[in-house]
Nanobody, 116 residues
Framework: QVQLVESGGGLVQSGGSLRLSCVAS????????MGWYRQAQGKERELVAS???????NYVDSVRGRFTISRDSAKNTAYLQMNSLKPEDTAVYYC??????????WGKGTLVTVSS
């Protein structure tokens, strides 16, 4: 059974940093795209960053230059380093892994709150 477990969320002041981790278990995902979505209260879920098995990364414009996604395929783990956090980054952050047929595995989410 595949499971994704996120950690690293919390409360931080504006300008601060957090590092999210996502550990996947139940299969090897070294070739799969992994990434992070977020959903703020009252808003739709949006893709924040993704990383392919070969290391190619993609970011939403609002976080480019502040967030860095990385992965350790040997550990089936993805990371999201978030620097210069802003109140508008407040959201529940969800880890995902692409699977066949356009589907995704999802974690349960970790809350990031940035105070002004």
């Amino acid at each position: 059974q595949v499971q994704l477990v996120e950690s690293g969320g919390g409360l931080v002041q504006s300008g601060g940093s957090l590092r999210l981790s996502c550990v996947a278990s139940g299969s090897s995902f070294s070739r799969n795209v992994m990434g992070w979505y977020r959903q703020a209260q009252g808003k739709e879920r949006e893709l924040v960053a993704s990383i392919a098995g070969g290391g190619f990364t993609n970011y939403v414009d609002s976080v480019r230059g502040r967030f860095t996604i990385s992965r350790d395929s040997a550990k089936n783990t993805a990371y999201l380093q978030m620097n210069s956090l802003k109140p508008e980054d407040t959201a529940v952050y969800y880890c995902y892994v692409n699977r066949d047929f356009g589907l995704k595995y999802w974690g349960k989410g970790t809350l990031v709150t940035v105070s002004s």
